[in-house]
């Protein structure tokens, strides 16, 4: 579905399949048009969605969850969002960039980021988490 639909389309198909497995509710906020990434990017990409709502559904106690994506000629962004009990705000704080302090998943999510020049934000509290990925496109999209 990826590599013959795109990123959007695979998401959409993956998230449905999700919500219906978990019951956690998804909301999905993603561009209409075809919008095509260089391959790799769009690999890691959906590579964070999924590790993004294998998180929430173990971990968050979130009954939903929101992904958005958008991009532009200069970067797409990626946010996954829930409403559950967030990450410990010491656990995070430990977090030393390599993703030891919180998981093993978040690293490679981060480093599948960092091997485009991105960036991986976690915001997290008592309200829910945030998964932030941001890649540079540079004219790409």
Known sequence: MLD??????????YGDGFAQRSGIRLSMDLPTEEMR???AVETTLFRIVQESLTNIHRHSGSTMAEIRLLA???AVVLEVHDRGRGIPALRLRRYDGA???VGVGIAGMRERVRQFGGRLDISSSSQGTLVRATL???GEA
């Open 99 to 101: 993703g030891r302090a």
């Open 4 to 13: 013959e639909r795109g990123l959007a389309s695979a998401i959409r198909w």
């Open 37 to 39: 990434l260089p391959q």
């Open 72 to 74: 532009d000629a200069e």
């Open 136 to 138: 540079p496109l540079g």
